[in-house]
Structure formats: C-alpha cells, structure tokens
C-alpha cells in the first residue's frame, strides 16, 4: 500500500508515518513509497503506542498541585510556528585531507586556514615567514593549539612576500607537517622606487594629488579616498628621517 | 588638439540569479529593476544620441553573468510578464491621477518609459544582448568583459582557477559579441601579481584598478593615474580618478542627492491600500518596491513630507549638472596639462546600476554630458583602446594588489562573516583541476557532468555572494546559493569518481544553472 493512502486512511500525517517507519528500521538505503501489510501492523501497532503515551502525558499535566498557567505557556511554547530560512544544504565540515592555505587581506594582515589529518605530538604553531628574494628571511610563531582551523595574522610589513608552515612542538623542536602557498602582500605607500627623475616625480606627485582631490577629507564620503589620502598625507609629512626622503639624501 | 580625455566606464553586473523552478523568485526583481531603470534607459540614451548625431565615446563592462541572463529566454520572458505587470499598475495610475493632480506629469513620464521598454523589447526580439552589441559595432561603445562570475581573483591561490574565471569569460565574450573582448574589468578592480600574465595570455590589452594600484606601483608613476601604465606583461592598466568618482557616488556631496531628483524610499509598493496594490506585489502579499515612485528627494525631510516629483524639474537638474560636471573636468585637465606637460585622460568609472536603478536620472545626465561634449572641444570622450592607438609608448611598472572595495584591499570578501567559503571553494577548484587533466578525453554524459562542475564551479566563485555576507542584507540567500552549488560540485564529482552519472541529477543542474551554455571543462587545464 503507497503511505499516502494509508496516511488519509488512519488520518496520520506522512511524515509521521515515515517517521515511525524510520524507527522501526523498515527504511533502508532509500526512502520508501509503499508498504507491506507485515509493515503496516506493525505500523498501526506502533501509533495505538504512541496514543496512549500521549494521553497519559497530558493526564499527568492536568493533575492536581501543576499551575494551570504553565500548562498553558508549554502549549503556547509548541504551537509557535518556526520561520524556516533556507540557508541551503549541508556541505562537508572537512574533506579528510592535508592543507594549509594562507590568503592576503590587506597590508598589514593575512588569513590562513588549514586542515590536519595525521595525529601530532605536541601543541599546534603556526609559523609565518617573511621572504626577501624568494629567500627566507625570519619568522615568527603563532600558538594555534586547540579546535580552531583558521586565524588572522597580523604581519609587519606591507609589500613584501609571506609564506608559512605548520607544525607541532616537542620540547622546544618544531615538527614541520604542512607547508602553505607564497603570497604578496599589497603595498601601501607610493614605492621608493625611481630613476633619475625621481626628485622631479615627487613634486609632481604631491601636486598632483592635491589637484586630484585626494587630501580634501572633508568632501570625501569614499572610504577608500580618506585612506588614500591618509596614507599619502604620513607618507609625505615624514622628515629626511623616514621612509621614501632618505633615499633622495642619499642620492644628494 | 583637446587638452583632456574623459574616458567613462559604466560596470554593469548582476550575479546570475536564474530559478526556474519557481515562478515567482523574489531575487529575480534585481534583473527586471536593472533592466527597465538602468539598462533600457542607457540604450535609449545611446539611440537618442545616435539620433542627433551626436559623436560619443562610453565604455561599458557588461558582466558574463548579465550577459548570459539578458540573452536567456526564460528571464526575457519573465521581464516581459513584470513589465506588463507595470503598464497595467500605469493605467491605473493615470485614472488616480485625476483625482490627485500633483502625481500627473510622473505618471505620464511612466507611461512612457514603459512603453518605450516595450518598444526596445519588441525590436530586438526579447533579446537586449543584441541592442548593446548594435552600438558596439558602430564604435561609440566599447564593452569589455569580466571575469567569468565576477570572480575576485586575488582570494584565490590557484593560478588555473583564476585562468579559467579567465578563459570562460574570453570564450562567453566571443559568443556573444562576435569579436574578442579588447579589454577586462577585474570583478571589484581587483588586482594581484600575476593577473596581467593570464590578461597577456589570453589576448587581452588592458584592464582597470583603483586609484592606489597604479598610485602605489613600483617604481613611481610619471604621470599619477592620468596616464595608462604598462605592466611588465605588456598590459596596459587605467586607473580611477578620485574627484569625478565622488561627484556622482558620494552620498553627501553627490549629484544623485540633488533635491529636485526622485526620491528612492518613497515608492507606492508601499504608499497605496491594499485593496489596489496588492495584484501588483510578489504571490506571498509583502508589500515591497514595485518601481513607482511619485516624490522627489525635496530635502532632508522625513519621508512623509516629501513633495511630488516632476520631471522636467528633474531632467533640468542633469542638464545643470552636466554642466558643473564637464568645467570641472575641464578645469581639472587645463591644470593637469600645465604642469605635467601631457595630455591628460581622466577615468571615471561608475557602478551602471548607480545610473537609473539608484540615481534614477543618471542615464539622463549621461545624454546631457555627451550632448555638451559635442558642443566644445577641449574635452574629448574616448575608449580606452583608442586612447591606446594614439599613445602606444607609456611607462612602465608593477602595479600594487589593490580593490576597489572598502578600505582599498581584499576585507570586504575576507572577514569573520565570509572566511568560511575558501576553504570549500579552494577544494572545489584543485578537485576540478585534477578531473580535468585526469579527464581530457572525456566524452558524453562523463563530458557533460565535467562541464556542468565547471558551472557549479564558477557559480559558487561570484564574488556577489561574499559581498553580500559582508554587507548583511539577504545574506540567507548568499549562503544557500554558496552550498547550492558546491553541494551539486560535490555530487557530480563522486559520480565522476565512482564512473556512475545520474543522468537525472545532472540534467536538473543543467536546466537550472545553465550559464555558459557552450563552456569547456578543458579551460582549467
């Protein structure tokens, strides 16, 4: 018999019928559309079941010494119906493979994720390297022991080249498991960088960037032109001292 | 000779928003909204000029996945439903407009824009793909492509993945367009070493960045952003300019919040009883946009005080700010000239959507600066590539890893709301890059479920849906779309695996996600 018929037949919603057929292990690899008549006793047995446990429940609600009041909210509490969002389906948690990935987000700071198989034998670091020429330059540790799989660094220098590595210490030795992609980190000044003209260039790029607009903060709602401007403005204020000067006092 | 270029690019996208499986999804408005108040308008815009005469230049990113739903059958067909929809909602409007005089001249002026929608609509047979490439042909407009789904390329590692979001879009461009696409725009302008090889790769000459990409290359721009660079590729890269950006996008200090332009949150979806809108609303009765709009900003009032719109005040106020727009650019460029020694190209690139969808007289502008460009001839409109053919030696250098996003950089598509997406897209992309190159010789149903990973693929990749996570407004949806499509990746990639295909799953995938129609798998090897 197809459950549809036997559900307009006991008056018992579908899927409270696959429900219980569920739970009488009758359900395999598939879901099931029809039923045996073996199964649909089995399945009339277990609603009779189920029928008298209600009414027992709601019996032993009503007696004496239970707030009628609270009897009520519960019933209220259940009959609220649930918005339903569809967020879309389930998708793997974990894909049972090795990998350390690490993307840049802005000049100053990098994401990294990773997925760990193997059993290791120690707290879990994470180790960041600065590259100067495709070389390793110095690194530094992140503890990342515990249930986390992803985490933001915080690295010093924009414009440069990060990789990094994962792995475990024990006493005081550092297990290398996985090693991650290379990537650039953007720039966030104008680049120190220039030939000849440079002086001439950098005359002309201040005034340029006054006539662009980009040091009126106040007409600015654009995010990115204050930042712009802000980064330029500690670029340029900056003495012989700091930053791009020194290499025009060099030249000189 | 003319003392500046202005170089106008208009960057149309949508995310492919496509649900045959219900006849009433909400998410599709966002197409039907953009096509009647940005896309239709900017072609009416483009014939009235061809009309007059009128020599211009505008340069138009028109997205793939646009690209794809305003050639798509069953969307043109569901805009010809939600355009007749508002001409009936019109009618009726005029009869009430007896009885309230201030809303007449709106009324009529939407009368007529929905007929002219219907016109354009009829003429090129439902399929406005046509309608865009007729002006490219004849060469005042250039549209370039993007990548394949408005892929962010920086967020991701995979040199082949990024080669694909590449290579779908050249091949989708040339189907469309009968030509190679000259130039790209870089979904969100965003940039990273490397990027140009794949351009070079692939016959591309030039792209965009944001101010700072070229500001902060390396060594030093001669010229700031008022010159295309090259990169080492070979690759010519244009910049934005600040100052003409925020005269149109600042909320403050735009033009759009102009007092005599339309006011956007005043729309009768939710103004008028239930009793005579309710027909009009989406099935499930929620009161929301439906594209009439009868009031004008007026001033920083509340929305129950605003005055009625009229029309012709408003098309005034484009003219005026036509006006302001080109003496400042002119101005700009006298200046820039003096003291660079060079003929200046000024870049000012713009969302399309912001044109006609938010700033519901920006397409009107568009027609008033062009119609004034013609008039004088110290500024001159022009395409990137023809600005290319006349001053083929620039500097060169690297540009910087940059966005057009908020805070410059790569945040608004990696950040706590949306960092959980890479690592199921990254697996996705090395997954498919290893069936293809395991799978070159495909053939068949094996063929067919390859190339419906790479749709599933390149869905799940759209930027769109990072964005919206990050922005906060339907975020369910940008969830559900993300899993909906790696979930299907998924499960074809086990049947590929275990050689079984379920020709019934992957015949509902192809029905529902049938961007890219004649893609190739072998893009990612």
Redesign the interface.
């Known amino acids: 018999m197809r459950v549809y018929l036997l559900s307009e037949r006991l008056k018992v919603k579908v899927t409270d019928i696959l429900r219980i057929a569920d739970k009488l292990g009758m359900r395999k690899k598939y879901a099931i559309s029809s039923l045996t008549d073996t199964q649909i006793k089995k399945i009339k047995a277990e609603i009779k079941k189920q029928k008298k446990l209600k009414k027992n429940t709601a019996k032993n609600l009503h007696r004496p010494g239970h707030s009628s009041s609270s009897v009520k909210k519960k019933k209220t509490k259940a009959s609220k119906k649930k918005v339903f969002?569809?967020?879309?389906?389930?998708?793997?948690a974990k894909?049972n493979?090795e990998?350390l990935?690490i993307?840049?987000?802005?000049?100053s700071s990098i994401?990294a994720?990773w997925?760990i198989s193997r059993k290791i034998f120690g707290p879990l670091v994470l180790r960041v390297y600065e590259l100067e020429k495709s070389a390793d330059k110095y690194y530094f540790d992140i503890d990342v022991d515990g249930l986390i799989?992803?985490w933001y660094v915080k690295v010093p220098h924009p414009?440069r080249k990060y990789r990094s590595e994962m792995g475990y210490m024990t006493n005081g030795f550092f297990t290398r498991i996985l090693s991650s992609?290379i990537?650039?980190?953007?720039?966030?000044?104008?680049?120190d960088?220039?030939?000849e003209?440079?002086m001439v260039?950098?005359e002309?790029?201040r005034?340029?960037?006054k006539?662009?607009?980009?040091d009126r903060e106040s007409?600015?709602?654009?995010?990115?032109?204050q930042?712009?401007t802000r980064i330029?403005f500690e670029i340029l204020k900056k003495g012989p001292a700091g930053g791009s000067s020194s290499l025009l006092i060099k030249k000189k | 000779m003319p003392k500046g270029y202005l170089c106008i690019v208009l960057h149309a996208h949508l995310p492919f928003v496509r649900h045959p499986e219900c006849p009433d999804f909400l998410e599709e408005d966002w197409f039907y909204e953009a096509v009647t108040e940005t896309y239709i308008p900017l072609l009416l815009v483009m014939s009235r000029l061809e009309k007059e005469g009128v020599d211009f230049r505008l340069t138009m990113s028109i997205t793939p996945p646009l690209a794809n739903m305003l050639s798509d059958s069953l969307l043109m067909q569901r805009y010809s439903k939600y355009l007749e929809n508002l001409e009936t909602l019109t009618e009726k409007e005029m009869k009430r407009s007896d009885k309230v005089p201030g809303i007449k001249p709106a009324v009529k002026m939407y009368k007529k824009r929905f007929r002219d929608c219907r016109k354009i609509l009829n003429k090129y047979g439902g399929k406005l793909i046509k309608a865009f490439r007729y002006f490219q042909d004849r060469g005042s407009l250039e549209i370039i492509t993007c990548t394949a789904t408005h892929g962010f390329l920086p967020l991701m590692p995979e040199k082949k993945d990024r080669r694909a979001q590449v290579r779908a879009a050249v091949a989708d461009y040339r189907e469309k367009f009968g030509r190679a696409p000259r130039g790209i725009w870089l979904a969100e302008c965003g940039y990273t070493g490397g990027v140009d090889d794949l351009l070079a790769e692939n016959g591309i000459r030039y792209f965009f960045t944001d101010t700072h990409g070229i500001l902060y290359g390396r060594p030093r721009p001669k010229y700031a952003v008022y010159a295309p660079v090259y990169c080492p590729s070979g690759i010519a890269v244009f910049a934005r300019d600040v100052e003409s950006s925020m005269q149109v996008w600042s909320a403050e200090c735009g033009y759009p919040g102009d007092h005599r332009y339309r006011e956007f949150y005043r729309d009768i979806g939710h103004d008028l009883p239930e009793y005579y809108i309710k027909a009009h609303l989406h099935r499930d009765g929620v009161r929301r946009n439906v594209g009439i709009k009868h009031h004008r900003i007026t001033g920083k009032v509340p929305l129950n005080k605003k005055d009625f719109y009229d029309p012709a005040a408003a098309s005034e106020a484009a003219d005026q700010h036509a006006g302001h727009f080109l003496f400042c650019r002119t101005a700009q460029c006298e200046h820039l000239k003096s003291s660079l020694g060079k003929t200046p190209v000024i870049v000012s690139p713009y969302d399309a959507e912001l044109y006609g969808h938010w700033w519901f007289e920006g397409p009107e502008f568009i027609y008033r600066l062009f119609k004034r460009l013609s008039e004088q001839s110290i500024i001159k409109s022009v395409t990137p590539s023809e600005y290319l053919k006349k001053h083929p030696g620039l500097q060169i250098l690297e540009p910087s890893p940059s966005s057009w996003g908020d805070k410059g950089y790569n945040e608004v598509w990696l950040n706590a709301s949306n960092d959980w997406i890479y690592r199921h897209l990254h697996h996705a992309a090395k997954k498919m890059i290893f069936h293809a190159e395991k799978n070159q010789k495909a053939s068949g149903l094996r063929e067919r479920a390859l190339n419906q990973m790479a749709r599933e693929l390149l869905l799940a990749e759209s930027s769109d849906w990072a964005f919206i996570m990050t922005t906060g407004t339907m975020v369910p949806y940008a969830h559900k779309r993300t899993k909906l499509h790696l979930r299907n990746f998924i499960e074809l990639e086990k049947m590929i695996e275990r050689n079984k295909i379920d020709e019934n799953y992957l015949k509902t995938c192809e029905e529902r996600n049938n961007i890219f129609p004649h893609i190739d798998f072998r893009i990612y090897i």
Do not use: C
Not at chain 1, 103 to 107: F, L
Not at chain 1, 183 to 191: E, G, K, Q
Not at chain 1, 211 to 214: C, D, F, H, I, R
């Open positions: 969002i569809d967020m879309g389906p389930a998708i793997p894909y493979g990998t990935v993307m840049p987000r802005d000049p994401f994720y997925e799989n992803n414009g992609n990537i650039d980190i953007p720039r966030a000044s104008v680049s960088e220039a030939d003209n440079w260039v950098k002309d790029l005034e340029i960037i006539e662009s607009g980009l007409r600015s709602s654009l995010r990115q032109a930042t712009n330029l």
